[in-house]
DNA sequence: CGATTTACTTATCAAATGATAATTAAAGAG
DNA sequence: CTCTTTAATTATCATTTGATAAGTAAATCG
């Protein structure tokens, strides 16, 4: 059972991940955001623009709780809804200069946490982990 | 700024993890649980037997919180506390029979995923995921 | 055109989770 | 033996999130 002690890395790895992610992204949380709406604004960052139902969709929530939580994020001004002119009932929906200027922060303060955590790595290591992420990216998480 | 891409790459990986994990694990929640509860038994599982701080610091829960949850995974009949002799303050907690089997049954579910996701995989390639990860494991997830 | 479907909204309710204060019992310090 | 600290519990409340029913407006179908 080679595949089994495969599967047993791939449990360890995936759950320290899980760690080392909300340990680096812990205090990025704005204040007055919920959890569930900075993740729908980190959706937002990287997919824009986007409608109700794709965000409906990626992130399994109903369209009603998406529309909720979207109209939270307009009446704090983080975020912009254009009807999209060729089907006026579609939204396009992108962050405002105040949402982006929020999720650059965040990124900014992920991206030094993980520098740090980078910290003492020389480049030749630093190439092997770029291949190492390339290679399960590809072959297992995509 | 060779470190900047390195982290957008940092940044997808972990994103795509996130995202295979949930959709690998998604119809594993046995009805009667809550989501969290699901999480605190998968902490047991690979961690027991843990105290009740313990859980409170790994998942970033507060005590009363993690007491709540703990009862009623005890009234569930899925794990059980055991005080500590050496310390009668302490209850180290395991899983039940009922709660090994629950896990088992979806550790299995969880395998057979990844199994179809690994499905055409050569023994080379296979050796180089596990390199992979335990490269990534040790220099970046630690 | 009328009927149906799609994209989204509003309203409402229930459940899950988070936060805080107060309490108990055991352990450790002086 | 007191005093303090630690581990856990109970009770309570607010907030967040999930689920469902009903409605609107635009598009599409026949």
């Keep these: 059972m080679d595949n089994n002690s495969l599967f047993q890395k791939f449990v360890a790895f995936t759950t320290s991940v899980h760690q080392i992610t909300s340990e680096i992204s812990k205090d990025v949380k704005s204040e007055s955001l919920t959890p569930l709406q900075y993740k729908i604004l980190e959706y937002i960052a990287v997919s824009q623009p986007v409608t109700l139902s794709e965000i409906s969709d990626c992130m399994h929530m109903s369209m009603p709780n998406t529309s909720r939580e979207l109209k939270k994020l307009g009446e704090k001004q983080l975020c912009d809804k254009i009807t ?13 200069a105040a949402g982006e200027a929020m999720m650059n922060e965040a990124f900014q303060h992920i991206a030094i946490q993980f520098a740090e955590r980078m ?24």
Aim: hydrophobic fraction near 30%.
């Design 119 to 142: 910290g003492s790595v020389t480049d030749e290591e630093r190439k092997e982990i770029e291949r190492a992420l390339d290679l399960l990216q590809q072959k297992v998480f995509y």
């Design 84 to 96: 999209d002119p060729a089907d006026r009932r579609k939204q396009g929906i992108t962050l405002s």
